[in-house]
């Protein structure tokens, strides 16, 4: 285990920094495309299946405080092996409900789980990686969840052929095991130890958010506009696939291709921002988003929206890692994963409302609109970051 940043290397590190995070995706990625049908099975209404499907997002959102805590309290390691008990008990949950809350309940606690591994990981690479290889290392940790997410319908499809919709569940239940496994093989970080008793005291989170709120006002509003456009390209798809009239398996080969040209580019964009600075993705990635969203109600069939969607997974790709690296250039040094906490709330509404927000939209007025509507979103971030991002390619570390 590193102790210092000139002693990381990016591809020794891979499995300590970023295997939990891969695996937690995975796990994830199994069970999200069979809840809604889980729920409805349990005799749950449309809307109450949604409101379950979004139940994991609401579960990080309201643990990310809680969750830099336990971090700090014991060491990510731990906090880790405990989110990895804490979740196969939640898979537990959902494989024997009988009831539709009782499934509700399981998927809100992987949530809180959730929250736990990806501020444990991002916090471990803040101390661990070095300025220079900062962003790289983001953007993997970014990565390897979407790729774990892209996987795991995959798996989860495999396991429900042989065993029914229950399959899904209990290859998550294999792989959540897996992970609490590999969690607890990996050290914490020797850096945070602190000498001869001199640990300062940990920031209440509410002190932390008065001290440091010109830059979650600023930058933080900007990331979460990031969030929510993100969550936006999640849902806009289909609903435009199904209003121009294309099928569901034309939609899914539109949505997997885009998704297979977003993984291509997480690592180019991490070395960009490496090299050449926050803005010089952060700008071109947003202003691409932004553009994809305002010209989807120009698209009226399969070749022109895949266009579209191409030119989106561009966008996103090319974005990978920005809302965990300038997140992490932000930090002070004391009360770092505290603040890594609140900068989580602040994206996780983003990536909550997002959707909330294109779905009022299309009742106040159409589908269009609100598409272009919401890429004005991306817009809005471009212009945010193009006025309070710091200029050059190092990155801004906070000094206290």
Same mark, same amino acid.
């Given at each position: 285990m590193p102790s210092s940043p000139e002693d990381f290397s990016l591809r020794r590190m891979a499995i300590p920094a970023f295997g939990p995070s891969l695996m937690f995706g995975l796990c994830e990625g199994t069970i999200l495309p069979v809840l809604a049908l889980s729920a409805r099975a349990l005799g749950a209404s449309l809307a109450a299946a949604g409101l379950i499907v979004a139940l994991i997002g609401l579960g990080s959102l309201l643990a990310n405080v809680p969750a830099a805590w336990l971090a700090t309290r014991f060491g990510e390691r731990r906090a880790m092996v405990g989110a990895a008990a804490f979740a196969l008990v939640a898979l537990v949950l959902c494989l024997v409900a009988r009831r539709a809350w009782v499934l509700g309940l399981g998927v809100f606690m992987v949530?809180? +789980?959730?929250?736990v591994f990806m501020l444990a990981r991002q916090s471990f690479l803040v101390e661990a990686a070095p300025?220079?290889? %900062?962003a790289r290392a983001m953007a993997l940790l970014g990565g390897v969840h979407r790729i774990g997410m892209f996987a795991g319908p995959f798996l989860g499809a495999a396991f429900i052929h042989g065993l029914g919709l229950s399959g899904a569940y209990w290859a998550a239940l294999i792989v959540m095991l897996a992970t609490g496994a590999l969690s607890l093989l990996v050290p914490d970080l020797q850096a945070r130890a602190q000498p001869d008793g001199a640990q300062q005291a940990v920031p209440a989170a509410w002190p932390m958010m008065r001290a440091h709120a010109p830059v979650l006002a600023t930058l933080?509003? /900007?990331?979460?506009?990031?969030?929510?456009?993100? /969550?936006?390209?999640?849902?806009?798809?289909?609903?435009?696939?199904?209003?121009?009239?294309?099928?569901?398996?034309?939609?899914?080969?539109?949505?997997?291709?885009?998704?297979a040209v977003d993984m291509l580019l997480f690592y180019p964009a991490?070395?960009?921002?490496?090299?050449? &600075? %926050?803005?010089?993705?952060?700008l071109p990635s947003m202003l691409i988003m932004g553009a994809s969203f305002c010209l989807m109600p120009l698209t009226s069939g399969f070749a022109s929206l895949l266009a579209v969607s191409l030119l989106m997974g561009v966008g996103n790709g090319m974005g990978a890692g920005i809302v965990l690296t300038i997140g992490a250039d932000a930090s002070p040094l004391k009360g770092r994963t505290q603040f890594l906490g609140l900068w989580r709330v602040i994206t996780d509404m983003g990536g909550g409302g997002g959707p909330l927000l294109l779905s009022l939209?299309?009742?106040?007025?159409?589908? /269009?609109?609100?598409?272009?509507?919401? &890429? &004005?979103?991306?817009?809005?971030?471009?212009?945010?970051?193009?006025?309070?991002?710091? %200029?050059?390619? +190092? +990155?801004? +570390?906070r000094p206290s």
């Open positions: 949530g809180l +789980a959730r929250a300025v220079h290889l %900062r933080g509003v /900007a990331t979460s506009l990031v969030a929510a456009i993100r /969550a936006c390209r999640q849902v806009v798809i289909p609903l435009w696939a199904s209003h121009i009239g294309l099928d569901a398996a034309t939609t899914s080969l539109i949505y997997g291709l885009m998704g991490g070395r960009v921002m490496d090299q050449r &600075g %926050r803005r010089a993705v952060a939209l299309t009742a106040l007025i159409t589908l /269009a609109g609100g598409v272009v509507v919401t &890429g &004005g979103l991306g817009l809005t971030a471009a212009w945010m970051f193009w006025r309070w991002l710091p %200029r050059g390619a +190092a +990155a801004v +570390a």
